[in-house]
């Protein structure tokens, strides 16, 4: 399974929070945080203390479901570069 939530900047302090949360449910291996600011992704991973830090055209890895592609991507309908 896979879920995409939409987080207000304004509510996010402190900002993982939510996202570390889901990281605590078994099954769940990674959770990428898209910024809505910036071509740039935090991925949080279980067990592991700090993110993974992607931004532009880095490979964005979605090991679980072995995938694995550019950041920018995701983007690419926006105003964002």
């Known amino acids: 399974m896979h879920r995409l939530e939409c987080w207000s900047t304004a509510s996010r302090s402190p900002?993982?929070?939510?996202?570390?949360?889901?990281?605590?449910?078994?099954?769940?291996?990674?959770?990428?945080?898209?910024?809505s600011t910036a071509v740039r992704a935090d991925g949080l991973r279980r067990d592991v203390a700090t993110p993974d830090i992607v931004v532009g055209t880095e490979p964005l890895g979605l090991a679980s479901i072995g995938d694995a592609g550019p950041l920018a991507e995701f983007y690419a309908t926006t105003e964002l570069t």
């Open 15 to 35: 900002r993982h929070d939510p996202a570390w949360a889901y990281a605590t449910i078994p099954g769940v291996e990674a959770v990428p945080i898209l910024s």
